[in-house]
Structures are given as structure tokens and as C-alpha cells.
């Protein structure tokens, strides 16, 4: 409907309603309201139902639209059908969160920001669900829920760690992988200036495929036109008080304004044989890859191109899912934390938006079976039907698989050129094809336990090294200016100090100590206990809990 046509106030049902919207149904003159005032009755109850669970994470958010452009071609490593032909473009959406804070939360405070993109492809959706750090807090799934129940309210007094910061320090120094993203969270970019203005990162390693069957390791780097201009504590503190929806209406304005914030896309690639050397697990998502061993490739660009017109509509309601980055020629690493995430993600969708969020317009793919679609080389469809809301049931397509003619799929192998290269059909039944597989999957395997053995021992439990203390020190000695050591210690102490038990206390300035002596005991100092240095053994005894070794 354009602005300019004329609106009438109606029922949800499209008739005109004639009577005030504000006036409801008496049984007499100064009686009661009725059951029969329909109008009344489907107002307040779509009222009632006006809140769909928040995401329990990245509930705080703002996006935009967005178009890709591919200026360099990744044909040599992928058969991903939009990373081929240089020049390719479509339109996406994207949407930047905080992590912890509940969807009415302050945007300037020091988190992660979640740094969402789908591609709207004639070849399906394709998701990079980013963040604008390069690494995370640990690299295990399943610490994930605890990590983050110490980001929420206390379970008892439903108070934040600006109270007591107690929980998020025990988790941290219980967990010494968190160490390098600690580090970089307490820096100058922990808190952006500006949502536009910052990087994104996948983080975890992906693997692209291709038309040789060939793979390669990658990690994905969004770096903005901009630089990551930040905001100090003080500014940031005060924005937060006064104006909590700071970094959403700054976005919003800029790009009202007409300004179109840019953004270079580049990957970092890695074979199978350099990541058997790499001093790192590939999929250790607490480590980045040293620019200087894996420069940058670009290959695209990002920009922003307009603000939405609804924001439940089509920010709110957007899904994402790291499942959705591993279209055709990308396949998943074996990174614990992204698989968890592929699991989680659709999950959380399902439990927020439903079973059928794909059909809703913001998520739905623009060659599904049944929707209009300008540049779709071929409809897609499946045999998932039926369930609330839906919006698209694939009209008479046979909701099992057919051998009736014009209503059975096809089965498509989009690894040549043209992506239609129709190799496989269904299930493989040739020997010469098994016996590949098979050869396939045993090299596969011992790759995969040269990688393994990377990671300490059963690193969900425990399991830190030297190697994770490395990296954070490279970040805090030779990235950080001597200014910005400064405002990170400043910062440390700021949050641990309203730690109530020193014990606690006296561990955060040696889990900072293990990274550098120095920086521990400044810590120590600010504060105000005793600096009892300790070696890694030493601080694996004191916290209780066994070292990798
Ligand atoms: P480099 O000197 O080549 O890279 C340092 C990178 O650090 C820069 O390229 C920049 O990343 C990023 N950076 C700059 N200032 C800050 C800051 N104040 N806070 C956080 N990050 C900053 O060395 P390496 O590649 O060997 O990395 C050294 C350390 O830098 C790593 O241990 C890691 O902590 C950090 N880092 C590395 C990244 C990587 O992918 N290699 C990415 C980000 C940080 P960018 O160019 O992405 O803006």
C-alpha cells in the first residue's frame, strides 16, 4: 500500500469499522461492556500478544538493508554459487546486537556486538552471523548457556554485574581460554562509537569447497570504511543513562540522511597441509590467524543502503543461522562452538517465530516454490508442509517424493560451472562412487586427527596452555598503545572492583598476572590487594582445577 493512498479504519478482518476506535460496546447507557464487542475484544487480545519471546541472546538490535557486490571472484576455492562471477550483486538485511542485555537494554555498553547479514540470492538464503570481534569467549558449545547465565541478573536478587561483577569474573578466570577475548572486549573497541562504523567477523573457521572437490579453510573478516572509531567509559556510561538507544538512532539518522556506510569483504585462507602446521587449532575459535601467515583476500563489498520501514517486521523477525553460511561449497569446520550454533540457532526460531519462520517475507527465500521470483534460476521446493501460520504450502506440489510426471524433484549437484551440472541423483548407489567416499572419508579422518590434536585433551572440562596465553598478550603488549594499557586496566579494575570476596579479587589480577606480570600487579594495586604472582601451574592449583598438560 503507498503512503499516498487512503487508509480506512478497519477490522482485522478488512471491513470497515464504522464506529469510534475508542468507544466500546455498553450494555446500557452506564452499564457494562459486552462479550459481543468483537472490536473491543480483538483489540486487547492481539495486545496480549504482542511480544514474541526475545532472543535469550542479541535481544538488543538494529539493522538495515544492505547490497553485496562480488569484486573478486573465489571460483578457485568455492563453488558457491554468489562467490563466482565478479560483478554479482543482491540485495540482504542486516541486524547489529548486543549480546547480554535484555531487548529494552542500554545500546553503549562494553559486549560483543552480534553482526548479522542474509543474502537474498535467486539461489536460496545465505546467512553470515558474525561478530565484530574476531574470537570468542570459549571455544566449547556447551559452556555457552553458563557462560552467558553470568552475563544475566543474579538467579536471586535479579541485580546486573554493575552491582556485583562477581559471576562474570568467576566464570573468566575459571576458564582461562576466555583470556583473549577478555582482552579485546576490555579495550577501546569494546565499546563502538558507531554500528556502522566497526568490523565483523565470523570467527569460527568455515571450509570452502571447490569444483575439484578441493578444500579450503577460511575466516571470514568485514572491515568497515570507517575505521572502529570507540567510545570511552565515560561517554559510553553517560549515553547509556541518557540516551539508551543511542547507537540504534545514530545508524537510523545516518542512513536516512542518505549516507551509505561501505564495508570491504576478505577472507583469510588456509590449506589442509598449513593448517596441519599451524601452531593453533583451526578450530580453536579463541584464536585468529596471524595476518602476517594468512594476508587477506578480498573479495567483496558491503553497503548499507537504506532503513526499514518496520522494525518487528523486518528486523525483529529476522532469523539467522551459521546453517545458512554453509550453502553449497561452504561446509561447516569442526569447530565445537559453530556446530553447536547450527543446532541452536533454527532452534531459537522455532521457539520464537515458529516452525514455519522461513515462510515469513524477511526469511523467505526468493526462489521457494510458490513465490514470485524475478531471477530464479529454479524453484525450490521441499516436503515440509502444513503447521501454524502457514504462509506458503507449496500449492499442488506432491508433499512426498513423486515419480509422477512434471511434479517429481530434481536433484541438484551445483558444483560445475553453471551450477547445474546434474551429477548425483539421490542416493549413492555406484561402486566406483563408494569405494571414493570411502578413500575420501579416511584421508578426511586422518586430517582431522592431526587438527584434533591440537586442542588440549578434554578441553570442555578445563584444559588452558601456554598457547592460549599468547595471542592476548601479543594483543595487550604490541596492539595496544600505552594509552589504551592504561584505559584496559583502568577498565579491569572498574569492573572487578565491586567483587566482594578477595580471594576472587586476588584471582582476576592473576589470570590478567599469567598474561603479564606487570599488567597483573597494576591490577592488583588498583584493586587494592596484595600481588601474589603465580606460573600457570600454580594458578591451575589455586583455582582448583587440573592444567592441559
Ligand atoms: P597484526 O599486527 O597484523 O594485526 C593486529 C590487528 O589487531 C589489526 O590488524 C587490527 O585488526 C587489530 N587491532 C588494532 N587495534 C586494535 C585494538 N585496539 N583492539 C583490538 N584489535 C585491534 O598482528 P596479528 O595478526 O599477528 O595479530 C596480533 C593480535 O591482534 C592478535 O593476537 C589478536 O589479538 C589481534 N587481532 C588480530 C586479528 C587477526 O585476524 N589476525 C584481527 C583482530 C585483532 P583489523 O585489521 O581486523 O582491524
Given at each position: 500500500?503507498?503512503?499516498?493512498?487512503?487508509?480506512?479504519?478497519?477490522?482485522?478482518?478488512?471491513?470497515?469499522?464504522?464506529?469510534?476506535?475508542?468507544?466500546?460496546?455498553?450494555?446500557?447507557?452506564?452499564?457494562?461492556?459486552?462479550?459481543?464487542?468483537?472490536?473491543?475484544?480483538?483489540?486487547?487480545?492481539?495486545?496480549?500478544?504482542?511480544?514474541?519471546?526475545?532472543?535469550?541472546?542479541?535481544?538488543?538490535?538494529?539493522?538495515?538493508?544492505?547490497?553485496?557486490?562480488?569484486?573478486?571472484?573465489?571460483?578457485?576455492?568455492?563453488?558457491?554459487?554468489?562467490?563466482?562471477?565478479?560483478?554479482?550483486?543482491?540485495?540482504?538485511?542486516?541486524?547489529?546486537?548486543?549480546?547480554?542485555?535484555?531487548?529494552?537494554?542500554?545500546?553503549?555498553?562494553?559486549?560483543?556486538?552480534?553482526?548479522?547479514?542474509?543474502?537474498?540470492?535467486?539461489?536460496?538464503?545465505?546467512?553470515?552471523?558474525?561478530?565484530?570481534?574476531?574470537?570468542?569467549?570459549?571455544?566449547?558449545?556447551?559452556?555457552?548457556?553458563?557462560?552467558?547465565?553470568?552475563?544475566?541478573?543474579?538467579?536471586?536478587?535479579?541485580?546486573?554485574?554493575?552491582?556485583?561483577?562477581?559471576?562474570?569474573?568467576?566464570?573468566?578466570t575459571q576458564n582461562l581460554?576466555?583470556?583473549?577475548?577478555?582482552?579485546?572486549?576490555?579495550?577501546?573497541?569494546?565499546?563502538?562509537?558507531?554500528?556502522?562504523?566497526?568490523?565483523?567477523?565470523?570467527?569460527?573457521?568455515?571450509?570452502?569447497?571447490?569444483?575439484?572437490?578441493?578444500?579450503?579453510?577460511?575466516?571470514?573478516?568485514?572491515?568497515?570504511?570507517?575505521?572502529?572509531?570507540?567510545?570511552?567509559?565515560?561517554?559510553?556510561?553517560?549515553?547509556?543513562?541518557?540516551?539508551?538507544?543511542?547507537?540504534?538512532?545514530?545508524?537510523?539518522?545516518?542512513?536516512?540522511?542518505?549516507?551509505?556506510?561501505?564495508?570491504?569483504?576478505?577472507?583469510?585462507?588456509?590449506?589442509?597441509?598449513?593448517?596441519?602446521?599451524?601452531?593453533?587449532?583451526?578450530?580453536?575459535?579463541?584464536?585468529?590467524?596471524?595476518?602476517?601467515?594468512?594476508?587477506?583476500?578480498?573479495?567483496?563489498?558491503?553497503?548499507?543502503?537504506?532503513?526499514?520501514?518496520?522494525?518487528?517486521?523486518?528486523?525483529?523477525?529476522?532469523?539467522?543461522?551459521?546453517?545458512?553460511?554453509?550453502?553449497?561449497?561452504?561446509?561447516?569446520?569442526?569447530?565445537?562452538?559453530?556446530?553447536?550454533?547450527?543446532?541452536?540457532?533454527?532452534?531459537?526460531?522455532?521457539?520464537?517465530?515458529?516452525?514455519?519462520?522461513?515462510?515469513?517475507?524477511?526469511?523467505?527465500?526468493?526462489?521457494?516454490?510458490?513465490?514470485?521470483?524475478?531471477?530464479?534460476?529454479?524453484?525450490?521446493?521441499?516436503?515440509?508442509?502444513?503447521?501454524?501460520?502457514?504462509?506458503?504450502?507449496?500449492?499442488?506440489?506432491?508433499?512426498?517424493?513423486?515419480?509422477?510426471?512434471?511434479?517429481?524433484?530434481?536433484?541438484?549437484?551445483?558444483?560445475?560451472?553453471?551450477?547445474?551440472?546434474?551429477?548425483?541423483?539421490?542416493?549413492?548407489?555406484?561402486?566406483?562412487?563408494?569405494?571414493?567416499?570411502?578413500?575420501?572419508?579416511?584421508?578426511?579422518?586422518?586430517?582431522?586427527?592431526?587438527?584434533?590434536?591440537?586442542?588440549?585433551?578434554y578441553y570442555?572440562v578445563s584444559g588452558a596452555?601456554?598457547?592460549?596465553?599468547?595471542?592476548?598478550?601479543?594483543?595487550?603488549?604490541?596492539?595496544?598503545?600505552?594509552?589504551?594499557?592504561?584505559?584496559?586496566?583502568?577498565?579491569?579494575?572498574?569492573?572487578?572492583?565491586?567483587?566482594?570476596?578477595?580471594?576472587?579479587?586476588?584471582t582476576?589480577?592473576?589470570?590478567?598476572?599469567?598474561?603479564?606480570?606487570?599488567?597483573?600487579?597494576?591490577?592488583?594495586?588498583?584493586?587494592?590487594?596484595?600481588?601474589?604472582?603465580?606460573?600457570l601451574e600454580?594458578y591451575f592449583d589455586s583455582i582448583g582445577r587440573a592444567s592441559a598438560?
Amino acid at each position: 500500500m503507498s503512503d499516498q493512498q487512503k487508509k480506512v479504519y478497519a477490522l482485522s478482518n478488512g471491513f470497515a469499522y464504522s464506529h469510534h476506535p475508542g468507544a466500546s460496546l455498553l450494555s446500557r447507557p452506564d452499564g457494562s461492556i459486552t462479550l459481543q464487542d468483537f472490536h473491543l475484544v480483538e483489540n486487547i487480545a492481539h495486545f496480549d500478544r504482542e511480544r514474541i519471546p526475545e532472543r535469550v541472546v542479541h535481544a538488543k538490535a538494529a539493522g538495515c538493508k544492505f547490497e553485496f557486490e562480488l569484486t573478486d571472484s573465489l571460483s578457485d576455492i568455492t563453488f558457491a554459487a554468489p562467490y563466482q562471477k565478479v560483478g554479482y550483486k543482491c540485495p540482504g538485511m542486516i541486524r547489529i546486537s548486543t549480546v547480554a542485555g535484555s531487548s529494552g537494554s542500554a545500546d553503549t555498553v562494553r559486549d560483543p556486538r552480534g553482526f548479522s547479514f542474509k543474502f537474498y540470492t535467486e539461489w536460496g538464503n545465505h546467512d553470515w552471523v558474525f561478530n565484530n570481534t574476531p574470537v570468542f569467549f570459549i571455544r566449547d558449545g556447551l559452556k555457552f548457556p553458563q557462560f552467558i547465565h553470568t552475563q544475566k541478573k543474579d538467579p536471586q536478587n535479579h541485580a546486573d554485574g554493575a552491582e556485583d561483577s562477581s559471576r562474570s569474573w568467576d566464570f573468566f578466570t575459571q576458564n582461562l581460554e576466555t583470556l583473549h577475548q577478555v582482552v579485546y572486549l576490555h579495550g577501546p573497541r569494546g565499546i563502538p562509537k558507531s554500528l556502522s562504523d566497526m568490523n565483523a567477523y565470523s570467527g569460527h573457521t568455515f571450509k570452502m569447497i571447490n569444483d575439484k572437490g578441493e578444500l579450503t579453510y577460511v575466516n571470514f573478516h568485514v572491515k568497515s570504511d570507517k575505521g572502529f572509531p570507540t567510545l570511552s567509559n565515560d561517554e559510553a556510561s553517560k549515553l547509556a543513562g541518557t540516551r539508551p538507544d543511542y547507537s540504534t538512532i545514530e545508524l537510523f539518522n545516518k542512513i536516512k540522511e542518505g549516507k551509505k556506510p561501505g564495508f570491504t569483504c576478505y577472507i583469510q585462507t588456509m590449506t589442509p597441509e598449513q593448517a596441519e602446521k599451524f601452531r593453533y587449532s583451526v578450530n580453536d575459535l579463541t584464536k585468529v590467524w596471524p595476518h602476517k601467515e594468512f594476508p587477506l583476500r578480498k573479495f567483496g563489498r558491503i553497503t548499507m543502503t537504506g532503513n526499514v520501514d518496520n522494525y518487528f517486521q523486518e528486523i525483529e523477525q529476522l532469523a539467522f543461522s551459521p546453517s545458512n553460511t554453509c550453502i553449497p561449497g561452504i561446509q561447516p569446520s569442526n569447530d565445537n562452538v559453530l556446530q553447536t550454533r547450527i543446532f541452536s540457532y533454527p532452534d531459537t526460531q522455532r521457539y520464537r517465530l515458529g516452525a514455519n519462520f522461513n515462510q515469513l517475507d524477511v526469511n523467505r527465500p526468493k526462489n521457494l516454490n510458490g513465490t514470485a521470483a524475478s531471477r530464479c534460476p529454479y524453484a525450490a521446493s521441499n516436503f515440509q508442509r502444513d503447521g501454524a501460520s502457514t504462509l506458503y504450502n507449496q500449492g499442488a506440489m506432491p508433499n512426498y517424493i513423486s515419480g509422477q510426471p512434471n511434479a517429481s524433484l530434481e536433484y541438484k549437484d551445483l558444483t560445475s560451472e553453471d551450477f547445474f551440472k546434474n551429477k548425483y541423483k539421490g542416493a549413492v548407489t555406484e561402486e566406483s562412487l563408494k569405494k571414493y567416499i570411502l578413500e575420501q572419508e579416511s584421508a578426511r579422518a586422518a586430517h582431522d586427527a592431526v587438527i584434533n590434536a591440537k586442542l588440549p585433551g578434554y578441553y570442555s572440562v578445563s584444559g588452558a596452555s601456554e598457547l592460549d596465553l599468547e595471542q592476548p598478550r601479543a594483543l595487550y603488549e604490541n596492539v595496544f598503545t600505552e594509552q589504551q594499557r592504561k584505559d584496559f586496566i583502568d577498565t579491569v579494575v572498574g569492573s572487578a572492583s565491586n567483587i566482594p570476596n578477595p580471594k576472587l579479587k586476588t584471582t582476576v589480577s592473576q589470570y590478567f598476572g599469567l598474561l603479564n606480570a606487570d599488567l597483573g600487579k597494576s591490577i592488583a594495586e588498583g584493586l587494592g590487594i596484595e600481588w601474589v604472582p603465580v606460573d600457570l601451574e600454580g594458578y591451575f592449583d589455586s583455582i582448583g582445577r587440573a592444567s592441559a598438560k
